[in-house]
């Protein structure tokens, strides 16, 4: 839906379950472009369609990057939001540096050709979760400029200068850009 909307009318969006995908294509890779390529590479593969998939991470300065592409599993295979947050703030128990960003990579394969747009938003790790919008580890994330978590934001709010929007943002100039009449 978010993507709908940022693409509007003039394209048309959909989604795995549209295709008769139930299960996750695998995310075996080590950065976050790697993973949205091998996603983006396999629906191109197996559907002939044009398509774009993405990957997102959390990446902290004191933790050398982590967790990273390991984010939505970073505490275990069962994808626990709670479990994550609780795993991220003991290793950064008594850490000063809480600097870190959020990273999504969005890989469009198009025309047979590979694209890759991404979008960061740098922050701190709050010392405890705050709010109750949002998902994953919006609850400690304090992006610049701001003195709440992505979790007190409206999602209104957290659009407008999320990692995510930014990237669709890109991706969505390129395909209006690449479909403008020449």
């Given amino acids: 839906e978010e993507i709908r909307a940022i693409l509007g009318p003039d394209f048309s969006v959909s989604g795995l379950s549209d ?3 139930v299960h996750e294509i695998p995310e075996p890779h080590h950065s976050l472009e790697e993973n949205a390529l091998a ?9 002939n369609l044009d ?6 991470g959390l990446e ?3 933790l050398n990057g982590l ?5 939505a599993r970073y505490a275990g295979p069962a994808k626990n939001s709670r479990a994550n947050i609780d795993k991220l703030l003991k290793e950064l128990s008594g850490k000063n540096n809480r600097k870190a960003r959020f990273r999504t990579v969005i890989a469009l394969v198009m025309d047979g050709k590979e694209h890759l747009f991404e979008g960061v938003v740098n922050g701190i790790i709050a010392r405890e979760p705050r709010g109750e919008h949002g998902f994953g580890y ?3 994330f304090i992006p610049d400029g701001y003195n709440k978590t992505f979790a007190e934001m409206d999602a209104e709010e957290k659009n407008r200068i999320s990692h995510r929007w930014m990237a669709i943002d890109r991706l969505a100039g390129f395909l209006k850009q690449s479909s403008a009449p020449r």
């Fill in 51 to 56: 398509c774009f998939a993405d990957d997102t």
């Fill in 60 to 62: 902290t300065e004191a």
């Fill in 39 to 47: 996603k983006v590479r396999f629906v191109a593969r197996n559907h």
């Fill in 19 to 21: 295709l008769g995908l």
């Fill in 138 to 140: 919006d609850p400690v």
């Fill in 67 to 71: 967790p990273g592409v390991l984010s």
